[in-house]
């Protein structure tokens, strides 16, 4: 159900009009050629282990708690886990990493995320991306991100209680700060260099916390591990008032 929200007892209901309103637009996107085809290609030629799955192969719109203080913000769908699910990192190895620590911050009703019916709620938080289509390599064009641009600023305008921004790599690190930019609230990233655990109070009132991504990669090399992962988001419990 793209343009629902589960209530605290799994049941769907319907988001606030702006974000129904936007997930719509998002899944029916269209705007980037090579992202659109990439995310089809792997819809039908599929993953032998997802031989089964009917694939979702449509941009992945956000998904959680509209009255969210806490925004997290990734990279983009993968292109056999968000990709086939139609959820935020649901059914790959970064959601298998992040959804437990989620939930033991409190902010996911479940420690597993398998699918969009697998009942999994979110209180307080809010997932999303800087590109809501699965790129290829993982690997979103300048041009790519910025086509994305417009839907990130119309879902930060719909979730009026944010108070932290969890930026889950470079890329959702980059994607916040030119939404700022976007909105004349700074000139200039040059003050707020990525680094993981980095807090910035930004002009918008709203804390900007820095994490790596969560990605195999970053997990499996021991760049991140879960005790740092768990500690930005007991950071962000705290500075939302969670």
């Known amino acids: 159900m793209v343009d629902a929200h589960p209530t605290a007892k799994g049941k769907p209901q319907a988001p606030p009009p702006a974000l129904s309103v936007l997930n719509r637009e998002v899944v029916a996107c269209t705007l980037c050629t090579r992202l659109v085809a990439y995310r089809e290609q792997v819809a039908r030629e599929k993953r032998r282990a997802y031989l089964t799955w009917d694939y979702w192969g449509k941009p992945v719109p956000g998904f959680g708690d ?72 993982n690997k979103p064009t300048p041009e790519e991100i910025a086509r994305c641009a417009p839907y990130l600023d119309r879902e930060i305008a719909a979730l009026p209680n944010l108070r932290v921004v969890v930026a889950l790599g470079r890329i959702g690190f ?18 707020y260099p990525f680094a993981h655990g980095a807090r910035y109070k930004m002009p918008d009132g709203r804390i900007l916390l820095a994490s790596y991504h969560p990605s195999n990669q970053n997990t499996q090399t021991g760049k991140l591990t879960r005790p740092m992962f768990l500690k930005v988001f007991r950071d962000a419990a705290g500075l939302a008032g969670a």
């Not at 190895?93 to 709620?121: C, K, V, W």
């Not at 980059?174 to 003050?191: Q, V």
Request: charged content about 20%; glycine content about 10%; aromatic content about 8%.
């Open 174 to 191: 980059e994607a916040y700060l030119n939404y700022l930019r976007r909105r004349g609230l700074i000139t200039t990233k040059k003050p």
């Open 66 to 137: 509209p009255a969210a203080r806490v925004l997290l913000l990734g990279l983009a769908p993968g292109a056999h886990g968000s990709n086939r699910t139609g959820r935020p990192f649901t059914g790959d190895a970064s959601g298998n990493f992040m959804y437990p620590i989620l939930h033991e911050a409190g902010f996911a009703s479940q420690p597993t995320a398998t699918d969009r019916n697998d009942g999994l709620t979110l209180k307080d938080a809010y997932i999303t991306a800087a590109v809501r289509c699965a790129p290829p390599d």
